[in-house]
């Protein structure tokens, strides 16, 4: 454990006289292979459907453009999404996609006050999302470059999880942010996997001029917590209508 710590501090030391005060990062989305999955051929057959339209979300996602700008202090993360072109194939899956990968929504994070915002819209209604930049990360030994940074990666500390987040920070540029609301580490993080999601940094280009960092205000005030259950609710709710059928 000391020497991962030792590892942390001298990659601060090494490189944060190389940071510079305002950046944007554009991330890249990637769907990555089910994990270790071994089915029957029945079950392949059940699984068609729901493959066909998961490979078409994962396709879609990957047209869009995953934008994170930042100042020390504040950061906004946006999804610059592409019009729905004429000859798309599955039109509703389509517009999911532009609402962005692994969470939905735009995000605005404080590292001053560790305040996270999330805008994001379901059924036609706008949500403003509270939340706090998490730090229930571990931080390992595992180090590797990034679109030309050196990255640490850091681990989702949850039990529940079969599949834990993963993300790679760096300390070189060190701010507490990251794309889709993650955020919380000792660096900006350039990478966030999630199950099979992947957002990965691959353009990342120091600003000359203070960029504008929306901070979201319109919307039906909740947190997030407040938000999962909201929706674990209205799942259920569905459950008991279909079964009632």
Same mark, same amino acid.
């Given at each position: #454990?000391?020497?991962? &710590?030792?590892?942390?501090?001298?990659?601060?030391?090494?490189?944060?006289?190389?940071?510079?005060?305002?950046?944007?990062?554009?991330?890249?989305?990637?769907?990555?292979?089910?994990?270790?999955?071994?089915?029957?051929?029945?079950?392949?057959?059940?699984?068609?459907?729901?493959?066909?339209?998961?490979?078409?979300?994962?396709? $879609?996602?990957?047209? %869009?453009? $995953?934008?994170?700008?930042?100042?020390?202090?504040?950061?906004? $993360? %946006?999804?610059?999404?592409?019009?729905?072109?004429?000859?798309?194939?599955?039109?509703?899956?389509?517009?999911?996609?532009? %609402?962005?990968? +692994?969470?939905?929504?735009?995000?605005?994070?404080?590292?001053?006050?560790?305040?996270?915002?999330?805008?994001?819209?379901?059924?036609?209604?706008?949500?403003?999302?509270?939340?706090?930049?998490?730090?229930?990360?571990?931080?390992?030994?595992?180090?590797?470059?990034?679109?030309?940074?050196?990255?640490?990666?850091?681990?989702?500390?949850?039990?529940?999880?079969?599949?834990?987040?993963?993300?790679?920070?760096?300390?070189?540029?060190?701010?507490? &942010?990251?794309?889709?609301?993650?955020?919380? =580490?000792?660096?900006?993080?350039?990478?966030?996997?999630?199950?099979?999601?992947?957002?990965?940094?691959?353009?990342?280009?120091? =600003?000359?001029? /203070?960029?504008?960092? +929306?901070?979201?205000?319109?919307?039906?005030? #909740?947190?997030?917590?407040?938000?999962?259950?909201?929706?674990?609710?209205?799942?259920?709710?569905?459950?008991?209508? %279909? /079964?009632?059928?």
């Amino acid at each position: #454990m000391k020497n991962k &710590f030792l590892l942390l501090i001298v990659f601060i030391l090494s490189f944060s006289g190389l940071y510079a005060q305002y950046y944007q990062v554009e991330y890249a989305f990637e769907l990555l292979p089910v994990p270790g999955l071994k089915v029957t051929e029945e079950e392949k057959a059940k699984m068609q459907q729901v493959k066909g339209i998961v490979d078409d979300l994962g396709a $879609y996602l990957s047209q %869009h453009r $995953y934008i994170l700008t930042f100042t020390p202090d504040e950061s906004y $993360y %946006h999804v610059d999404a592409m019009e729905m072109p004429d000859d798309v194939d599955n039109p509703p899956i389509y517009r999911i996609s532009m %609402h962005g990968a +692994i969470r939905y929504g735009d995000f605005y994070q404080n590292a001053r006050t560790r305040q996270v915002l999330n805008s994001t819209e379901m059924s036609g209604t706008l949500y403003l999302l509270t939340d706090s930049l998490q730090n229930n990360w571990q931080i390992t030994g595992e180090t590797k470059k990034i679109a030309g940074y050196n990255c640490i990666k850091a681990i989702e500390k949850c039990d529940k999880c079969k599949y834990p987040v993963e993300a790679w920070f760096t300390p070189q540029i060190p701010v507490p &942010f990251g794309p889709a609301g993650f955020g919380g =580490l000792p660096g900006l993080i350039l990478e966030v996997k999630k199950y099979r999601q992947l957002l990965s940094a691959k353009k990342i280009k120091q =600003l000359k001029n /203070k960029p504008e960092i +929306i901070k979201p205000q319109k919307g039906e005030r #909740m947190t997030t917590n407040e938000y999962k259950e909201m929706l674990w609710r209205r799942r259920m709710e569905m459950r008991r209508r %279909h /079964k009632a059928k």
